[in-house]
């Protein structure tokens, strides 16, 4: 592994095992939402951000989709349902990689639908109570068992390119972890969308500029201001149906 990859393997085994050890189901959405993998894996794979960065937002939101459905309606065991899932974003990543152009109007198209898809998701999905949960494994057991399952994933960056960026590296331990509250880790991804579609439109623009670090320095000032916002849309759509069905909006953590 090269240094990215180190630093890569740290951090989402160091996120992925916070997820696994906060209770409350919105507060494990949460932390899925921080850019701490795509920051890296943006370092390690070494490319600029172009149309299949984006894509894989919109490959993302179809793998947690994906294991909510299999496991809840399909009756799959969880830990099926995530393979599944992830070995699809894997092969749809791989093939779309290899023959899409990553600039020019294939990124700005990119941009417009993946935005769209996310807040349409965002402005449509309702709120749901989901039961809490908290890993009962000691951190030393659990710990370990997450840096596996990341090292794995890592090696599959060179197939996925930009798609590697936003692979559910976080995502599946979490699926894991929220496999009593899917429905609310599904209702996050569109807050990943719509947060980081103008991270991505920053980056792109500025990376030819001040290069990869400068690049990601600048998308993550946009990330700062676009993360209050698209929680406030959420919380927004939440209001809206709760008065829609005549109850209380319940207060976000």
Known sequence: MERWDIALLIVVSI?????????????????????FPFSLAYLSVGRPVDATNVLGMALLLLFVHGVRWLHVHGKRHIVLAIIAAA???????????RVLPGGGWVFWTACAAVGALGATFLHLQPHREEPSHRSPLPVWVKLPLIAAVISVLILTKHWLQGFMTVFPMVTVVAAYEARHSLWTLSRQIPVVIVTMCPVMIAMHLAQPHTGPYGALAVGWLVFAGALPVAEWLKHRTH??????VGSEPAQYN
């Open 87 to 97: 070995i699809l974003y894997g092969v749809l990543g791989a093939a779309i990689a």
């Open 15 to 35: 996120q992925a095992t916070l997820v696994a050890y906060v209770r409350q189901p919105r507060a494990k959405a949460l932390l899925v939402t921080f850019p």
């Open 239 to 244: 209001t809206r149906y709760a008065l829609a």
